[in-house]
């Protein structure tokens, strides 16, 4: 896509779209937000702790900024103390992963809703865990998380509801997206599985115009993992080529989408001055909206399941993200990194 276009999509989206708040009931449900201490998680956990969450796990590095989001939201919401809870987890850290993984299966009976909300935007190098920072948070703890989590998740929908849930649902995985992804190249597309990873890493050490675009290309990775999740949870592969993710419900338990808050008021680009300005100028939409388009998303029906949602509507997405054969390599490539790295016992 011409950055041309990618403008035309965001000033619609900016200028003529917006998201209604969200309305559906959290009530006996449980619910995993991650990076809710602030942003579009904090906003989300507001409106799902309004909407009578019976337990939001609010899922953060700094406890300290999470416990008073936390007094925050039972303050404004008069909700129960024991409604919202915070627990410490680190996404630079596959340890830290794992034991958030852990911890959820050891002391959480069911999981209703995970929001893989959190994640940066950096513009200094690093390489936590031996990969570029923003591919460690936003793609592979990500993915570890969900993809560790997604039993309990279907152990849930083998539950059914809680007896007096006045709005049953199945169980949904929202890992947050971006527009962003749509100007993402993707030079590393074409290295085998044992490379990617890796090329990707020392493609943004060594190459600063690759390092800028490595944002919008963690977002494409996003939407790549989570369609090849859907289409192994269907277990026999995308049926018919683009747009294949058909009649899900018949196969699979879990709804898991990809919502697009598009460009909201947050600390995400806190390192890049620049972006205060593009905010005034596409008119970036406050914080408590891009929270909306999450929880929407996390009650949202069959049809978004494997989906890309911008203002909460089915959006095709960049054409790259229906390469199943390249969501497999990227997922191949993940599961191995973590099979070096010896974090799979679950
Ligand atoms: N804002 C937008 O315009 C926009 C547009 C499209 C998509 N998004 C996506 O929306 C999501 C939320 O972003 P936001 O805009 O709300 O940004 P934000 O205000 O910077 O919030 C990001 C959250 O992620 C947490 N986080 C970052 N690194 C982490 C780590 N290593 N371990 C655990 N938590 C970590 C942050 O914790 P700390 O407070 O400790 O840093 C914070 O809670 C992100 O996935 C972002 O890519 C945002």
Redesign the pocket.
Known sequence: MSTLEFLRGLIYEQYFQSVPKPTASFAHKTVII????????KEAARHISRLGCTRLILG???TT?GEEARKEILAEMSAPESSIAVWE????SFDSVVGFVQRANRELDRLDVLLC?????TVKFSEPEGYESILT??VLSTYLMASRLLPLLERTAAAGPVPGDPEPRPPHLSI???DTHLLAKFPEQHESAAKMLEAITANCKNDASRFRAQYPTSKLLVLLMVRDLVYRQKRSGPSSGVNAIDKPEEKYPVIINVP?????H???T?EIPAARFIKFVFH?RP?EM?GSALVNAAAAGWETNGQYLSSNKVNKGGSLTWDSALGKKLVTAIEECFKRLDTTEH
């Open positions: 991650t990076g809710s201490n602030v942003g579009l998680g953060v590095r700094n900024a987890v680190d996404l630079s909300n959190a994640g940066i935007n948070v936003n947050v997206g971006s697009n808050p598009s460009l909201c947050s600390s995400l806190r970036a914080a891009g």
